[in-house]
Each structure stands twice: as structure tokens, then as C-alpha cells.
């Protein structure tokens, strides 16, 4: 090893990026979710759980996007902004190509239904994300009970 290699592994960056733990964060997110769907003997609180991680490792790509691109998706982009450029609206000339998530599908909520997304959001400034729960309507009580970002959820 030369003196120039000792010194750049001296004087070298150490630590990880942002971008780098948002990425460990979302793939952790992604196997706890696998996990809790395997949650046999409670499939209600499993099928809460995966929702819940989902829609972590949604916020995390949208912080992504806006990482890129100086600002969230709008409403009308939508999550689909994820994983197609978006053609309407903003340029996001900075899309990072391939998408912001894992094999560039959006992810469905337990019960088949797609996240629902608003930007601005009503209740947090920068987004809403959130899915109706079983019955696919706006409040309930138990697998019914709308999972959403701007409510820590009780466990």
C-alpha cells in the first residue's frame, strides 16, 4: 500500500449518507413487513402491521424524491411519481431512474386497496398517506380502522 493510499483511508469520508440509511430503513421495513404477514395466529394485527411498515417505507421514498427533486409529488403526480417520471405538473428533472422504490411497483395494502396520498397534506404540511383498513371506508373500529402518518399508531 502506497503512502497516497494510507493517507486516503486516513483522511477518507467515514459514516454513511442519508440516502444510504433511508435505503437500510426501507429494506428493514420491508422484511419486518414479510414477518408480521406471517403472523398466523393474529392475522388482523399482522395484516395492521404490514400496512403500517408500508406506509413507513412510502414516506421514505417520498423524502427520497424530495431529496431529488426539491419538493413532493403533488397530488395529482401522485405515488405513481415513485415509480414513473412524473409527466404532469412540477418537472422533476432530477427523477432518479428506476424509481424510488423496490422492483418499481407500488405496494397494495393488505386488503388489496391502493395507499392513498395528498400532498399538501391536511393534517402534516409536506403529505398525507394513508389506506381505509379492511372495509375500504373512511373511519372504523379494529381491522377496519383507517392506518395512517399522522397518528402514531398504538401497537
Known sequence: MSKDDRSYIRHGQTG???LEILIVITILGILASL???RMMDRPAEARTMKSQLDIKTLEN???LFKLDNSFYPTTDQ????????????RNAARWREGG???KGALPQDPWGNGYLYMS???????F??????ADGEEGGEGE???IVNWVVQNQ
Open 16 to 18: 454513511f449518507t442519508l
Open 35 to 37: 414477518v408480521a404477514v
Open 61 to 63: 421514498a417520498l423524502k
Open 78 to 89: 401522485g405515488l405513481k411519481a415513485l415509480v414513473e417520471q412524473p409527466t404532469i405538473g
Open 100 to 102: 424510488y422504490l423496490e
Open 120 to 126: 399538501p397534506g391536511v393534517h402534516n404540511t409536506d
Open 128 to 133: 398525507d398517506l394513508w389506506s381505509y383498513g
Open 144 to 146: 377496519d380502522k383507517d
